[in-house]
């Protein structure tokens, strides 16, 4: 049985580019250890989930969001 | 032809202010910019989310500008050099979260061509 398809988040508020400085947005597309979650997962759509990954990795450069969370060195 | 560019900068959060603000003066006369294409947004001093060397805080800073692309090397340069610089990120500027779909359409006029950006473009 195939899953009802989730619309992409994105297209729905219709943005046409990621914002990697936008962390509150980026966030909600993370799990709890700070990996991206999977499309299948959250719905976005494929063109929105190569940019969200740019982004991702953006923002993790510049400190906005963390590379892991919940790790105790 | 000049491009339009986002840089974001990351200070030390323990210069003051105006040394950080010089500091961005004088990279940005290495571009020759002029005001009217040129927005400078402050965020101020922001905790990061990892500690970067020793450091908590960073000082941020969003700018957005034209500049001739031959430009740029000379602009980073000084940019990896200066002390008072703990990252920075130089990315080809698109639009806004939010922005409504503009007329320009697929054939974006900020698509990388014969440059060294390996984003891979659309079909």
Redesign the interface.
């Known amino acids: 049985m195939r899953r009802p398809q989730k619309s992409c988040p994105f297209c729905e508020?219709?943005?046409?580019?990621?914002?990697?400085?936008?962390?509150r947005?980026i966030g909600r597309f993370l799990t709890d250890t700070g990996k991206i979650l999977p499309s299948r997962l959250s719905g976005v759509c494929a063109?929105h989930q190569?940019q969200l990954s740019?982004a991702v990795k953006?923002a993790?450069?510049?400190?906005?969001?963390?590379?892991i969370r919940g790790h105790q060195a | 032809m000049p491009r339009t560019y986002e840089a974001v900068y990351i200070f030390d959060s323990t210069l003051e202010d105006t040394a950080i603000q010089e500091k961005l003066a004088r990279f940005h006369e290495l571009l020759s910019l002029s005001p009217e294409t040129t927005t400078v947004d402050n965020w101020g001093r922001r905790q990061l989310a990892y500690p970067i060397g020793t450091r908590e805080n960073g000082y941020y800073t969003v700018a957005r500008f034209e500049a001739e692309p031959a430009a740029l090397p000379e602009y980073e340069r000084a940019l990896k050099l200066d002390d008072g610089v703990m990252r920075y990120l130089i990315t080809l500027h698109e639009h806004e979260v939010g922005a409504p779909p503009s007329a320009e359409g697929e054939g974006d006029e900020e698509r990388p061509r014969a440059s060294d950006d390996d984003d891979d473009d659309e079909d």
């Open positions: 508020s219709r943005v046409r580019f990621i914002d990697y400085k936008d962390d947005t063109r190569r740019t953006r993790r450069y510049l400190a906005l969001i963390p590379y």
